[in-house]
């Protein structure tokens, strides 16, 4: 087992008994305030091209589909004001501790996909595709407002495609060639303090 696996196990499990509380009061928020499930469940590709399913606290509305993790880019109609409060502050993320804890992620690492994105570029992805996705990197940091980006854009779907999503997967590329366990912490800190101040 290498450092890194043990980290991540010690880390979310630690981080699930220490937000057991939080996890609870906001599953009975969203039982309370948005009808349906309190989960949102989402097929992503992972480490190996290998599909996994994400786990989030669910942050819109039910639509007819739209759990089997069909999203369009830049489509924020189905956002709920709870839902709203969830992504800013990133606590709709905090179930992924779980994928953390099963394996199929890790606590940093590139962000997973939809299938959909990951036939664009295929060459690239291949290397993504040589470490565990993650909750945080460095991708998510500088894209933090990605939602607002395309939901200003005129056609949200190739601004994604022809702008964002290249720029992810080249800094995707550099943590696969250039990780490492006190990079992993940096990027930890990073995030924490991006989550605090914005």
């Known amino acids: 087992m290498t450092a890194k696996r043990i980290f991540d196990l010690a880390f979310s499990s630690l981080g699930l008994l220490l937000l057991s509380l939080p996890f ?14 309190v989960f949102f469940i989402h097929y992503r590709i ?3 091209a290998q599909p996994f399913r994400l786990i989030k606290f669910r942050t819109m ?29 990133k606590l709709d ?6 994928n953390v804890l099963k394996g199929d992620m890790s606590l940093v690492g590139p ?28 991708a998510s940091i500088i894209f933090r407002n990605e939602e607002e980006i395309l939901s200003s854009s005129n056609n949200p779907e190739e601004t994604y495609r022809n702008e964002i999503l290249p720029k992810k997967l ?8 250039k990780h490492s366990f006190f990079g992993d912490i940096v990027i930890i800190l990073k995030t924490l303090k991006t989550v605090i101040t914005t």
């Not at 993320?93 to 779980?98: D, H, V």
């Not at 060459?123 to 040589?130: M, N, Q, S, T």
């Open 24 to 37: 609870f009061l906001i599953a009975l928020l969203i039982k309370l305030k948005m009808p349906g499930p």
């Open 111 to 138: 962000r997973p996909e939809v299938k959909k994105w990951t036939e664009v570029y295929p060459e690239k992805w291949e290397i993504v595709h040589r470490v565990k996705p993650g909750i945080t990197d460095n």
């Open 93 to 98: 993320e905090l179930p992924q501790l779980f």
């Open 46 to 48: 992972g480490k190996n």
């Open 61 to 89: 509305k039910v639509g007819s589909g739209k759990l089997s993790g069909s999203f369009d880019a830049g489509d924020t109609s189905r956002i709920t004001s709870l839902g709203k409060i969830l992504r800013k502050t």
């Open 170 to 177: 080249d800094l995707y590329i550099n943590y696969v060639n």
